[in-house]
Antibody, heavy 122, light 112 residues
Framework: QVQLQESGPGLVKPSQTLSLTCTVS??????????WSWIRQPAGKGLEWIGH???????NYNPSLKSRVTISVDTSKNQFSLKLSSVTAADTAVYYC??????????????WGQGTLVTVSS | QSVLTQPPSVSGAPGQRVTISCTGS?????????VHWYQQLPGTAPKLLIY???NRPSGVPDRFSGSKSGTSASLAISGLQAEDEADYYC????????????FGTGTKVTVL
């Protein structure tokens, strides 16, 4: 079955850009009508949807983060990536990648990657 | 800040039934959008528990059940077991500028 794995630096300096990659295994990122999402969770807090991308490159972003987020896809590597610019301590969180199921306003998330902790600190 | 409100915690003895509420508004649950539920065991990623208000993915015990009415949804766990101790989150779609896909505030279930 499809599995997802996040990777990237665990420490980012304030004002810099956070960059993470999600590698999909057990299936092609190009097959099926799936969007692929990034979701984050600050320590001890709830979940926040960041945005998602289709294999064509079509994206949607959380309006609260839209000005700082870019999600891209590399179908040749079966990966999709997240860039979050101008980070502050408030962006410290565990970042998850996940596959969207359903469609449009009926989307849920399954499966999820194991998550990767990103700390913003100088 | 989440637009879906859950109680911070619920608890019950083994074998008991507990319910978790997820209260939204006219721009999400009340607008007819489906509710989905996730279980997050300590130190792990969330796992899909219920989708489309009441559907269980393969492998999820039938002790877990979901329902929706009006602007709220509920997750019920019957025959509570020690391994059910976890955080639970609801999720839906919001038609306002609240983030498209929104999660609940989360509920910690404690097995006494």
């Amino acid at each position: 079955q499809v599995q997802l794995q996040e990777s990237g630096p665990g420490l980012v300096k304030p004002s810099q850009t956070l960059s993470l990659t999600c590698t999909v295994s057990g299936g092609s990122i190009s097959s099926g009508s799936y969007y692929w999402s990034w979701i984050r969770q600050p320590a001890g807090k709830g979940l926040e949807w960041i945005g998602h991308i289709y294999n064509s490159g079509s994206t949607n972003y959380n309006p609260s983060l839209k000005s700082r987020v870019t999600i891209s896809v590399d179908t040749s590597k079966n990966q999709f990536s997240l860039k979050l610019s101008s980070v502050t301590a408030a962006d410290t969180a565990v970042y998850y990648c996940a596959r969207d199921r359903g469609g449009g306003d009926l989307i849920w998330f399954d499966p999820w990657g194991q998550g990767t902790l990103v700390t913003v600190s100088s | 800040q989440s637009v879906l409100t859950q109680p911070p915690s619920v608890s019950g003895a083994p074998g008991q039934r507990v319910t978790i509420s997820c209260t939204g508004s006219s721009s999400n649950i009340g607008a007819g959008y489906d509710v989905h539920w996730y279980q997050q065991l300590p130190g792990t990623a969330p796992k899909l528990l219920i989708y489309g208000n009441r559907n269980r993915p393969s492998g999820v015990p039938d002790r877990f059940s979901g329902s929706k009415s009006g602007t709220s949804a509920s997750l019920a766990i019957s025959g509570l077991q020690a391994e059910d101790e976890a955080d639970y989150y609801c999720q839906s779609y919001d038609s306002n500028l609240s983030g498209f896909y929104v999660f609940g505030t989360g509920t910690k279930v404690t097995v006494l």
